[in-house]
């Protein structure tokens, strides 16, 4: 390179910093831009809550999470059963959440879904899923069929759609 | 740039750069060289099908296969004139196949949304007639669930190579996609057959 | 015929049109574009105006005659009042009795075809005096919704939930037979799809009643 080259970039100092400074922002404004809100209005932000501890969550105070493994009459071979207990205390409006899912920490993070179809005695006093008719401090207790060589420890991932994007993400040691 | 070369350079420094431009030829060269090179970039850019396409994990009856939140082992492929499945039969070309699926990651939205077979270009979905695996609801990590599915063909085709695609959802796209490749005229065919009742493959 | 204007005044050097030329030359330049449209119009007066021509009516079909199309091959059979029809899909109410019609399909398509919804064959015929069918249904087993799967035929009984007293026995019903085209879409969607109805075909049905009926339709469990 010569004279003249360097001249060149010499006299285009400014734009090519600009350059160099715009184009990275354009792209974060643009992916801030798309990206926040989705991430307002879905559950993203986890507030992670300790085996025993309680939590205030939209109003309500969630926790403490226990977990066991169990055994039902229809689980299949090779299966295991997770039951989660967590306790609610309703707040002053009614909590209406999704059915919590059983998160494995770490390992290919799996998720699970609650199960009904396990064969359990029918208990009218057992709740399987958020009520919002509930005033009084009530137990959820699900059921999880995972594959035998799952151990835990878990997160039970509980949300409700008025305090997105934060979770509650309860950590449980069956 | 001035075409310095055009004038004797007198200075005895550099006479190189001073007279640095490209001869005619080389620049046509050049610029037809680029035209023809981004011509092949364009043609070996994939288009949108081939870039949103599934990723196949091709299936052998006996054998396990194996995609992102999918896993499907076939046991058994056959064709029937008459097949059924609790109490509901119906006559007519069937192919049935039977398979054990389970999910990986999830669990949630896993059911085999998309069960088609493909005969020589003419594209056939699961019979929904009969109780099968084509609405067999969720299915679960690490623990297979059994069932069939049953396709109706139309009366004489009796031969052509075929795909069967199972997928978890109806669009595809970007996600793994069991394929089981077959020739039609090789699969056995027997007079009568049951469809497995939905469930769990080790209860 | 006369020679437009502008070509005219290029021929200098043809004497014979030079008349025409002076004459051109005198008429104001925006006063072409309304004698052309003027006459125009007088041409197309000659052949009947510019509204369009009317067409000649579909062709009639006998009951029981196929209606081939790219998409399907549908025959109807006939149509039918019952007070209610179990497994079809329609559940009338109190004052409410169910029509029936029964068709032979099969799929021309190399894709599987829904008996109902957009793009389906539903859409590929239509009743004088009624909307779309309430649901439509196998006759074998009683399919609800039944998706055809190419080059298998089917028979399949398309209902409506309509008021009592608003049919009888005897009565016509018109049904007009039409040709979709396929449209693949692309760009933004994927996938094809049958779109279009054109009408080519019209089947009369004479309604009967059967009454409260004798159920021709298998109970099915699920």
């Known amino acids: 390179m010569g004279e003249p080259v360097t001249g060149w970039w010499r006299s285009n100092a400014v734009a090519l910093g600009a350059l160099v400074v715009l184009v990275p922002a354009t792209y974060a404004a643009l992916t801030w831009n798309e990206w926040s809100s989705v991430l307002q209005g879905s559950p993203s932000q986890a507030i992670t809550v300790e085996p025993g501890d309680t939590l205030e969550y939209a109003g309500a105070t969630v926790g403490p999470a226990s977990a066991e493994f169990a055994e039902l009459p229809s689980q299949p071979q090779g299966s295991r059963v997770v039951t989660v207990t967590l306790r609610i205390d309703p707040g002053d409006p009614e909590l209406h959440c999704t059915t919590p899912e059983l998160h494995e920490i770490g390992g290919l993070q799996r998720q699970w879904d609650a199960n009904d179809d396990l064969g359990r005695e029918w208990d009218a006093d057992r709740r399987t899923f958020c009520d919002p008719e509930a005033t009084a401090p009530y137990d959820l207790v699900l059921d999880y069929l995972v594959p035998e060589d799952v151990s835990g420890p878990f997160t039970v991932k509980l949300s409700t759609p008025s305090a997105l994007p934060a979770f509650v993400s309860a950590v449980v040691e069956p | ?203 | ?222």
């Open chain 3, 1 to 222: 015929m006369s020679e437009p204007p502008a070509a005219e005044r290029t021929r200098v050097r043809k004497s014979r049109f030079t008349w025409v030329r002076a004459a051109s030359d005198r008429v104001p330049t925006a006063w072409f574009a309304a004698i052309g449209t003027g006459v125009f119009l007088l041409a197309t007066a000659a052949f009947g105006g510019l509204a369009t021509a009317t067409e000649p009516p579909p062709p009639r079909l006998n009951p029981g005659a196929a209606h081939v199309t790219d998409m399907r091959t549908l025959t109807v059979q006939r149509a039918v009042l019952i007070d209610e029809l179990p497994g079809s899909g329609t559940i009338p109410d109190d004052d409410e009795r169910v029509l029936a019609i029964v068709v032979d399909v099969e799929d021309n398509w190399d894709r599987p075809l829904r008996t109902g919804g957009r793009g389906s064959v539903e859409e590929s015929f239509s009743v004088a005096g009624l909307d779309e069918p309430t649901s439509s249904a196998r006759m074998d087993d009683a399919t609800i919704g039944p998706t055809l799967q190419p080059g298998v035929p089917a028979q399949v009984v398309y209902t409506w939930a309509v008021e009592a007293d608003a049919f009888a026995a005897g009565d016509t019903l018109v049904v007009t037979l039409n040709d979709m085209s396929l449209y693949t879409a692309s760009f933004v969607s994927k996938g094809s799809s049958w779109e279009d109805p054109t009408p080519s075909a019209t089947v009369t049905l004479v309604l009967t009643d059967v009454g409260a009926g004798v159920d021709a339709e298998s109970d099915d469990e699920g």
């Open chain 2, 1 to 203: 740039m001035k075409a310095e070369a055009a004038t004797a350079p007198t200075p005895p420094v550099a006479a190189a750069p001073a007279g640095r431009r490209l001869p005619p030829w080389a620049a046509w060269t050049i610029g037809v060289a680029c035209i023809v090179a981004a011509w092949f970039a364009a043609l070996v850019t994939p288009g949108t099908e081939q870039a949103q396409a599934p990723f196949e994990v091709p299936a052998v009856v006996g054998e396990t296969a194996t995609g992102r939140n999918l896993v499907v082992t076939f046991t058994d492929i056959r064709r029937a004139s008459e097949v059924s499945a609790g109490g509901w039969t119906a006559e007519g070309n069937w192919l049935v196949v039977n398979l054990d699926a389970e999910s990986v990651l999830t669990e949630f939205g896993t059911s085999l949304a998309h069960t088609e077979l493909e005969i020589d270009g003419v594209r056939f979905t699961a019979s929904e007639r009969p109780d099968s695996l084509a609405e067999g609801g969720a299915l679960a990590i690490g623990l297979p669930r059994e069932g069939s599915l049953a396709f109706e063909l139309p009366e004489g085709l009796d031969a052509g190579e075929g795909r069967l695609e199972l997928a978890l959802t109806p669009d595809t796209s970007l996600d793994s996609m069991i394929v089981l490749s077959f020739s039609l005229g090789e699969v056995p065919t027997v007079d009568q057959t049951e469809l497995l009742t939905t469930g769990w493959a080790n209860p």
